[in-house]
């Protein structure tokens, strides 16, 4: 996340919401681990410095924390929404054996509307998500 814990909050009280300690925990977990989370997986980090956390309080935190543009969504990737850490444009690579999610630069992949499609549209973003099979998988017996 490019986001300190204090950057957050100070974005949260320009909304008139505050930074809970349930709310601080999760933004601290994706803080200091990065990388792209199930709701599970965060709940089952912050639970152990408050067992009463719940599933809804991280969901509703990471969508508004989606909602703020501190984290991104990412397209439900092996059954599961995923949350991302880095809210920048980037494209993705998953691993169909072990699940791996690995960033890649945005443009890795260059994608962009015909020019002479007519689109009655507007494209806001492009989302691209290579599948194949990691170095380690590659790699293993």
């Not at 965060?42 to 152990?48: A, D, H, I, M, N």
């Not at 809804?56 to 935190?61: M, N, R």
């Not at 991104?72 to 998953?94: K, M, S, T, Y």
Request: proline share 7%.
């Amino acid at each position: 996340m490019h986001r300190s814990v204090e950057e957050v909050e100070v974005l949260l009280r320009a909304r008139g919401l505050s930074l809970t300690p349930q709310r601080r925990a999760i933004v601290r977990c994706l803080s200091e681990h990065g990388g792209h989370w199930t709701v599970a997986a965060v709940l089952e980090r912050v639970t152990g410095e408050f067992p009463l956390a719940s599933r809804a309080t991280v969901y509703s935190t990471v969508a508004l924390l989606r909602d703020l543009g501190v984290i991104a969504a990412l397209p439900a990737l092996a059954g599961e929404l995923r949350f991302d850490a880095d809210p920048d444009p980037h494209q993705h690579f998953v691993c169909l054996r072990c699940g791996q999610i690995e960033d890649l630069p945005a443009g890795w992949f260059p994608i962009a509307l015909p020019a002479e499609a007519k689109p009655t549209f507007q494209v806001q973003r492009f989302r691209v998500v290579a599948e194949g099979v990691c170095s380690n998988c590659t790699q293993a017996p």
